[in-house]
């Protein structure tokens, strides 16, 4: 099974205006994932997340249960290479168009959508597969037609601009499966259908 999954805010952002890696997740951007950290944090400022909301940590806990995540470039790159640590519980694999020298060791970079899911699949077994962003590698796997389930965290912040998940560009028609929310997200999962 390849679960997708992201945060957005309520007007449809999965980052803030001017992102880019040394920004992180842009102007605000970091008020999406509030829900992660159990409060306010930046970049700067790092929370422990020890103050999670129940419903937010169980969400947290079933991110981990990927057998491996495919992420984009950007998302790895705006994150700060997550200081060179694997932040998931599951091997990473990087989706990019350039791999360099400088890239720290721990992340498996590939530079195909099709390339990175088999290799995904070969480590994952029978373990799901976590497609984690950003939005254009989600809608990557989504036109591939890959994709069985839709994770949307909304943050209820409105970014006013940013970066969309949906360019126009995807139709699905989905099946609720699960709605769960804390006082800093709503989490909704969709079956895709076929």
């Given at each position: 099974?390849?679960?997708?999954?992201?945060?957005?805010?309520?007007?449809?952002?999965?980052?803030?205006?001017?992102?880019?890696?040394?920004?992180?997740?842009?102007?605000?951007?970091?008020?999406?994932?509030?829900w992660v950290f159990g409060g306010p944090w930046t970049y700067e400022n790092p929370s422990?997340?020890?103050?999670?909301?129940?419903?937010d940590a169980q969400v947290i806990a079933e991110m981990s249960e990927a057998g491996a995540t495919i992420v984009g470039r950007g998302m790895f790159d705006a994150g700060g290479q997550w200081g060179g640590e694997n932040p998931f519980g599951s091997p990473l694999f990087v989706l990019t168009n350039r791999i360099t020298d400088d890239l720290p060791s721990g992340f498996t970079y590939v530079t195909g959508a099709e390339e990175a899911l088999k290799r995904a699949r070969e480590?994952?077994?029978?373990?799901?597969?976590?497609?984690?962003?950003?939005?254009d590698v989600i809608r990557q796997y989504?036109?591939?037609?890959?994709?069985?389930?839709?994770?949307?965290?909304?943050?209820?912040?409105?970014?006013?601009?940013?970066?969309?998940?949906?360019?126009?560009?995807?139709?699905?028609?989905?099946?609720?499966?699960?709605?769960?929310?804390?006082?800093?997200?709503t989490h909704l999962t969709y079956d895709i259908k076929r």
């Open positions: 099974m390849i679960h997708a999954g992201i945060t957005t805010s309520l007007d449809g952002f999965v980052a803030g205006p001017n992102w880019a890696p040394g920004r992180g997740l842009g102007d605000g951007g970091e008020r999406l994932h509030y422990s997340g020890s103050d999670l909301h129940p419903v480590t994952a077994g029978e373990r799901p597969i976590a497609i984690g962003g950003g939005p989504l036109r591939m037609g890959v994709v069985d389930r839709l994770a949307i965290t909304i943050a209820p912040v409105v970014l006013g601009g940013g970066t969309a998940l949906f360019d126009g560009t995807i139709q699905a028609d989905l099946t609720l499966v699960d709605c769960r929310h804390s006082p800093l997200a």
